[in-house]
């Protein structure tokens, strides 16, 4: 969950702080028959095009420890010749805590995406369904946070063709310095399952978050990446909006 601060910690001691524009997810979900409105621009740089990404992501809570959500948006490629712009991909998403209440310091939940193909094959803006399911863990040391991922995506999940599927590990940190500003950063790994000599991509980013009112926060992010066709330039600008 991409989840804001809404009270400061005298009141509330072991609320998570907001994890959203990570990668890296924390174990929260959104309070139950509340709405957390993620949005933002995205960019990213290869050697060869560069990538501008929106996305809204709306995540509504379904029940005391489970919340459902999509993100959807729009894409830009520019490069080689090859430009391109519509609309991305639909991801669905459901996460549940399994271990652990909205204050405990451990919390340990499970989150399942769906990637439905909505995105132009054609234009090399998107491609085959997928499906991923992650092990999230958070534990928190007063205003420290910190979140551990473990994943697995079944890439074109209509077929049954594991080699092309990959692994997620992940491990993000949160460092609340007032009731205003906070540090984040990432760094997560991805790799094929059934290839043991294709390359693995390691990324890593870091930022900083504003909270302006008690339910509106600004998010800034820059980070990069090594391995094969990996961006050698991330950054991102957003909010993350709770009703």
Not at 87 to 103: C, F, H, M, Q, Y
Not at 150 to 173: E, K, M, P, S
Not at 176 to 199: C, K
Request: with cysteine; proline share 3%; aromatic share 12%.
């Amino acid at each position: 969950m991409k989840k804001a601060v809404l009270l400061p910690l005298l009141l509330l001691p072991c609320a998570a702080l907001a994890v959203s524009p990570l990668v890296t997810d924390d174990a929260d979900t959104v309070d139950f028959e509340h709405l957390q409105l993620n949005s933002g621009l995205q960019f990213s740089r290869t050697a060869s095009a560069k990538l501008y990404d929106y996305s809204v992501n709306p995540v509504y809570g379904i029940a005391s420890r489970g919340e459902f959500g999509a993100t959807f948006g729009y894409d830009w490629r520019n490069g080689n010749g090859n430009d391109a712009d519509g609309i991305s991909d639909l991801i669905l998403e459901t996460k549940w805590r399994l271990i652990g209440t909205a204050t405990n310091l451990f919390k340990l939940s499970a989150r399942f995406d769906l990637k439905l193909p909505t995105a132009s094959e054609r234009l090399g803006l998107g491609n085959e369904p997928d499906a991923d399911i992650y092990l999230i863990a958070t534990r928190n040391w007063g205003n420290t946070y910190l979140d551990w991922n473990i994943g697995y995506t079944a890439v074109d999940a209509a077929h049954n063709n594991f080699g092309d599927d990959r692994w997620f590990l992940g491990q993000a940190v949160r460092q609340q310095l007032n009731d205003r500003w906070t540090l984040i950063g990432d760094a997560y790994v991805t790799f094929s399952q059934g290839s043991p000599g294709a390359p693995a991509n390691f990324n890593f980013d870091g930022g900083v978050q504003l909270n302006l009112r008690e339910n509106f926060l600004l998010s800034v992010l820059a980070g990069s990446a090594v391995g094969r066709d990996s961006s050698d330039l991330i950054g991102y600008f957003g909010f993350t909006w709770t009703f």
